[in-house]
């Protein structure tokens, strides 16, 4: 599982906000098929909390999918990110 909260500098509307979230949900989902919703600050306009899951029969792969999934909105999305958390279990 990841958390990550971040900024968005140059939002003026909700309607803005929610294209660029939206946005990150998606490639999420269509690149490293894993789930993706926004978790918490729906109705701050320059701060989101996006949290995403997948399942894996292995750890270490499950692990690095997540830090590829934080590289790719750290490289291409305009957003500051304040925090990201990864978390992993095994059954």
Known sequence: MI???????DVCSLKDKRRIVKSVK?????RFHMSAAEVD????LSFAQ??????????VFGETVLQKAFAMIE???PVRIQDMSIHSEEF
């Open 26 to 30: 998606d490639k999420l989902q269509r």
């Open 50 to 59: 996006i949290g995403g899951a997948l399942v894996s029969n292995s750890r």
């Open 75 to 77: 490289n291409e999305v």
């Open 41 to 44: 600050l729906q109705d701050s």
């Open 3 to 9: 958390q990550m909260l971040f900024e968005l500098p």
